[in-house]
């Protein structure tokens, strides 16, 4: 059974910054991109980054490029996002997601306020 598991979000100030993890399990992480999403309240959900399953070639949407880093860890079944410079718009619900299984994780609320 494929499952993901968010955690790492919480409260942050502008400009702080936050490190979400995702635990994958169920099948090999290894072998397939991951990706991260949010939602914000009233909004659609969209994607944040990208990154294979080497590792390479990671991909940001505009409105985070140059603050978030998206990471992979094969041997521990890892997913990172790392978000610095955060703004109030990060704002919103965070998502691990396998696409190769459509199955998203439970998702981890971001906040970012002063």
């Known amino acids: 059974q494929v499952k993901l598991v968010e955690s790492g979000g919480g409260l942050a100030r502008p400009g702080g910054s936050l490190r979400l993890s995702c635990a994958a399990s169920?099948?090999?992480?290894?072998?397939?991109?991951m990706s991260w999403y949010r939602q914000a309240p009233g909004q659609e959900r969209q994607l944040v980054a990208s990154?294979?399953?080497?590792?390479?070639?990671?991909y940001y949407a505009d409105s985070v490029a140059g603050r978030f880093v998206i990471s992979r860890d094969n041997v521990w079944n890892m997913l990172y996002l790392q978000m610095n410079n955060l703004k109030p718009e990060d704002t919103a619900v965070y998502y691990c997601?396998?696409?190769?299984?459509?199955?998203w994780g439970q998702g981890t609320q971001v906040t970012v306020s002063s």
């Open positions: 169920g099948f090999t992480f290894s072998s397939f991109a």
């Open positions: 997601y396998a696409s190769r299984f459509a199955t």
């Open positions: 990154i294979t399953n080497s590792g390479a070639n990671p």
